[in-house]
């Protein structure tokens, strides 16, 4: 075995994992993707068993932005419940926006509890 069989193992072995995880993420994507119809899934499918490169590169052509937003909502939505759900187990409420915050100093000064200068500040506080 020479230097160069090594090198072109290598090459190959290198092309082929990438190959595998690309269709691994296409297959993933294919999926989860709520928009798309069982049968046009089946049909994707076959294709990459059927000719696998070129099927993969077509997917990644029409699919691939598409593929690249999905993927940020899931990974922003997954952020969003774990956020949520550490706040839970916590036993901290999540923050309340600025309108919230207003909104209750407002009805601590209706009902006397603070003067006018405190709501204002707890006013700016909020909007700040």
Known sequence: MSFWDVVWFIIIGYA?????ILLFSIIHDLFRDRDVSGFAKAVW???????????????VIVR???MA??????????ERQR?????????RPAPASPTDQIA????????GAIS????EALKSKALV
Request: charged share 20%; no cysteine.
């Open 116 to 119: 006018q200068s405190e709501y």
């Open 104 to 111: 209750q100093a407002r009805a601590l000064f209706d009902a």
């Open 45 to 59: 499918v076959l294709g990459l068993i059927l000719l696998p490169l070129l099927t993969a590169l077509v997917y």
């Open 64 to 66: 691939g932005q598409g």
């Open 16 to 20: 082929f994992v990438a190959y595998l």
């Open 83 to 91: 956020d949520e759900y550490i706040r839970q187990v916590a036993g």
């Open 69 to 78: 937003r999905r993927a940020v909502a899931r990974a922003e939505e997954q």
